[in-house]
């Protein structure tokens, strides 16, 4: 599996935005960019996920670089509730059964 | 909406012994996986079912073997646990993109 390379851990405040880097300089052309995050206690959680294209959704967008050798997850507006490990994976294209390979991740802890 | 529904949630065993983990995906969801998380660790893949097939396989110890029946739930079978199998073990289950993880059943081997 290509390998994903992110910080261990970041800061924020609160009701500011976030941006969480990822570098995947060995993607292939097959792989897609999943976000997942898991919060205290409990399973990891699916964020987002996405080709080529900058993606959207209610939780975050995904802002995907030209050569896809990194990508950076953005919340708008970081919340307590947002602090969690966030993870940074590549999936290759397929049936959509693969495994998740997780790395060490970004321990997000946000400041009130 | 329905949730992964893992149990027990809660397994305390004895060395030696064995351990059964059930897990009950989302209705409609083809693909069940199982992950194993020791303290201060990252989710590591054991074990995965497509339509009941075994699909692929991660670093399980032959001491694991998993099924999944014909109501899609699946059990992770563990026999002659060792200290180091004290994790939370995580079901999850998906039908594309998306993997829906249950909230896991921690397993604590004395």
């Known amino acids: 599996d290509a390998k994903t390379t992110q910080p261990n851990s970041m800061e924020s405040n609160e009701e500011e935005p976030v941006h969480l880097p990822c570098n995947h300089s060995?993607?292939?052309?097959?792989?897609?960019i999943h976000w997942y995050r898991q919060l205290p206690s409990q399973g990891p959680e699916y964020v987002i996920h996405?080709?080529?294209s900058n993606v959207n959704n209610r939780m975050a967008s995904l802002a995907i670089a030209e050569d896809r050798k990194s990508s950076t997850l953005i919340l708008h507006r970081a919340t307590l509730r947002d602090a969690a490990v966030y993870y940074c994976i590549l999936r290759s294209r397929g049936f959509g059964n693969e495994k998740l390979t997780f790395g060490t991740g970004t321990r997000l802890t946000i400041i009130p | 909406a329905a949730g992964v529904i893992q149990s027990p949630r809660h397994l305390i065993k004895e060395k030696r012994e064995t351990a059964t983990l059930k897990c009950y995906p989302i209705?409609?969801?083809?693909?069940v996986y199982w992950y194993q998380q020791g303290p201060g660790q990252d989710p590591q893949f054991l074990i995965s079912?497509?339509?009941?097939?075994?699909?692929d396989k991660g670093s399980i110890p032959d001491r694991f073997s998993a099924q999944q029946f014909s109501d899609y739930h699946s059990e992770l079978n563990m026999s002659s646990l060792e200290l180091g199998d004290s994790a939370l073990y995580f079901c999850?289950?998906?039908?594309?993109?998306?993997?829906?993880f249950g909230p896991g059943t921690r397993l604590t081997v004395l």
């Open positions: 999850a289950s998906s039908m594309g993109n998306e993997q829906f």
């Open positions: 996405g080709l080529t």
């Open positions: 209705p409609r969801h083809d693909t």
């Open positions: 060995t993607i292939s052309g097959t792989d897609y």
């Open positions: 079912f497509y339509e009941k097939m075994q699909s």
